[in-house]
């Protein structure tokens, strides 16, 4: 029996250590100042790179995190503060019925109510679809960041004779706020990796953002995934190489988080 | 000590009532706009996709889920191929999955419990897992897993069980089996670490009980605990095949893509995730936008009602203590 | 129900057919009681005799729970604190407390942990807060203590500390009344008797009363004392008078300790 234990533990690391293995590999030799910069090239052209993903990435989830955050943050609140009322109960629950929804459906939405009316595909409508996934979480780790401040130092504030809202304000979330910080880094981790929630959204581009964000914008994952099933593999190199770059944003993000606050935040995964 | 002027000021002064009335209204009334934002949002979902899949569902009703043909060309749309690849990957992943998941649980719960540094490495490694962006698991999957299993585990089974149906079609890597490999291998994190929970909230007593009996540790787990943990490890399951059924870029990456429904798992496939990745931008007219629309509607009622099931069983479970999925 | 020796100084706070509850449970059932002004007044009692909901009724924090009722009448000065008029957060800032375990807040150092009161609700000026923030600590016998490092964090006291800290974050807002709910509960005899020593110097400002368990220290610390038992008041006397002599057998059952 123990035997058994110890196999599925084998099983469960093994996958890790030979995906990362095998990105460092893959798309180490990618790497080079050129890559990051340059934009895609065509097939035959050398010198290719991702540097318009990166920015797009960026652009994308700036702006989803800019949507998300107030949000998130403002139903943790209410959901921590006012956990009697019934708004509380259902919208709670909710919330987390969505946290595990197919991202694709979160695209399919988006695509319906902002693709279809601007009739354009754009950084608008990537940044709202990967705010859809972001609230969820950042709703979450808030409630349960506020839930831990003990409600004696609410007390204490409101025997002060401080009014509710600055008790919430000032002292409970000062309070909690490095619960807070790690919710939203952590929602910001699972954005960056989204993919399929952008297929019809962003869409992806050749090209750097133009100033427009109402239009087409590159993000990383999209451009791994175009390029990794692409039959050239100039450009499934290209592939790999952005995947070294995002997995290695994202292990440094989630790997920071975790030693800034330990175990404290189990609940929440950083899953895709 | 005599006291020095006011520094406050007190009373009962109609300015400060309105003051205060007036922030905490605020504050809650925004808070609130917020939480009836998730609602709004959980909903508009719903009604979208049920609006927009009307087309489809005037035109196809209920053989929809029971037609076999999906061709855009002559529009005749039937999601029955995707369904049955849905589920047939999904199982696939928690046949594997499951095991492995609850082993790496027992393992973290039970038995690493002195040893710290032990399992607090091994449990962020799984955390980490849950951390690889799906697109990734695709690329690894398509470009190392594919060939692996071609070779080493479809190519054996099939020349030496070819007999088998399961094993009936000449393997080219891109098929159910190394979609529900990978899938796996991405719900592990998952079913691990809701079965740690579970596992960690089965009271000592019981456990207690057990020993005093005269049973080894690992009677004790098999006994005591794990069927006391029962309904919570298959609301754990139930969570990872939720998971399982809504994974898009891993799967779509490594099944081939082909609308197909036979008893080889050696056979190429596809699930409703991946048809809406692949078809959704090429989709030229309106009912087909309007089936795919009323696939990822599918989709939707799929997680939604493995979802409610599997917080129903965790609930079960861990109805007196404080719990959170 | 007879309540005497009141008449030595004047009336602080009164009750008037006080009664609070959770739900469709009454934990107190009609309290009148006259608490007098610049003394010590302890409300005694076994578990569940309503004390703790007494006091937070004085300062409005009863209210805040979901479910809790309250009725009757509480006058402080005269004026009922319950009328509808009245808003409770001007209540509570002439109302201090102090809780059973110190909840100094964690984010703050020792300074601005005890002029929060006065901060977050808007004085700013330097000089007030500096000079709030010495007398309340010397009053609370804390600021030899941490005069050098007040910066540090309020959490980095012993509990003793902590608890006497919270005490001069109360007494920065210059309350009138100061509420004690069991302040030394949470703490070792040599700091309990420090903050014993420290409320026997503050009832020349303030009017105090300390929910206590302990007897023993109800008698070293109190003028007065009430006397609760399962939501009613039963006696109320000067201190010495109702342990050397009750007059309700209730109250003399209770001091033998024919029952905690």
Redesign the interface.
Known sequence: ??G??????A???V??V??VG??VI?GGSQLSLSFLTNLPRPVGVPGGGIGNAIEGSAIIVGLATLIAV??????G???S??PESR??F???F?????A???????G??V???IVLTTRTFSAISGGVALA?IM??IV?RTTE?SLKIVPVSLREASLALGI????T??RIVISTGRSGLATGILLSI?RA?????PL??TA?GSSYYFGGNLNSPIAAL?LL??TY??SPFPQW?AA??GA?LV??GF??IL??SV?LLIG?KF??V???? | ?S??P???A?????A??R??LN??L???A??????????A??L??GI??IT?SDLSLSKFGLSFLTGTTWDPVHEIFGALPFLFGTIVTSVLALAIGL??????A??LSE?AKGKRVYG?T???????????????????G???LVPILKTYVEGPLHSYLGFVPLFASTPFGLDFFTAGVVLA??I???I??VSR?ILNAVPNSQREAMYSLGATH?EVI?KAVLPYARSGIFGATI?GL??A?????AVT?VIGNTPRITASLFSGGYTL?AV??NE??EASYPLYVSA??EI?LI??GL??TI??LA?LMIWRMTKNTRF?? | MEQSGSHVSSTKFETKELKAGFGRNMVLNGINLRIPQNRITAVMGPSGCGKTTFIRCLNRLHELTPGATVGGEALLDG?NIYDR???P???R??IGMVFQKPNPFPTMSIYHNVVAG?TL?G?GDKK?LN??AE?SLR?AYLWDEVKDKLTNSGASLSGGQQQRLCIARALA??PEVLLMDEPCSALDPTATAKIEELISNLK??YTIIIVTHNMQQASRVADYTAFFYLGKLIEFDETATLFENPKEELTERYITGKFG
Not at chain 1, 70 to 75: D, E, K, M
Request: glycine content about 6%; overall charge neutral.
């Open positions: 029996m123990t058994l234990v110890y196999a599925a533990v099983v469960a690391v996958p890790l030979l995906i095998d990105v893959q107030p949000i998130g943050v403002g139903a609140i209410y959901f503060e006012w708004l509380s259902i919208s709670s909710m919330n987390d019925v969505m595990e929804f197919p991202s694709i459906t979160l399919i939405f695509y319906i109510i859809l609230i969820p709703a349960e009014p509710r809202w600055k919430v304000i981790a960056t990796g989204e993919t399929a297929l019809f869409f994952p791994i995934y990794g099933i499934q592939a790999w995947a995002l997995v994202m292990l989630n790997l975790k175990r189990a609940g995964r950083a899953e895709i | 000590m006291k020095e006011k520094t406050m007190d009373g009962l002064t109609s400060s009532m003051r205060k922030g905490d605020i504050l809650k925004l808070v609130a706009c917020a939480a009836i934002a998730v609602v949002l959980l508009g979902l979208e996709l927009h095991p492995v998941g609850l082993g790496v027992i393992f038995k607090y091994l449990g962020t490694l799984v955390e980490l897992l849950a951390a690889v962006p799906s697109v990734i698991y695709g690329l690894w398509l470009f190392f291998i991405m592990i994190p998952t691990s670490a929970d690992w098999r969570l939720g998971r059924v809504g994974e898009t870029m990456m995730a809406i990745a959704f931008t795919l629309v990822g989709l939707f997680a939604l979802n409610l917080r959170r999925v | 004026e008029n009245v808003d957060v001007a209540i800032r002439r006065l609700n004085v007030v000079h709030a007398q009053s807002v210059e020349r400002d």
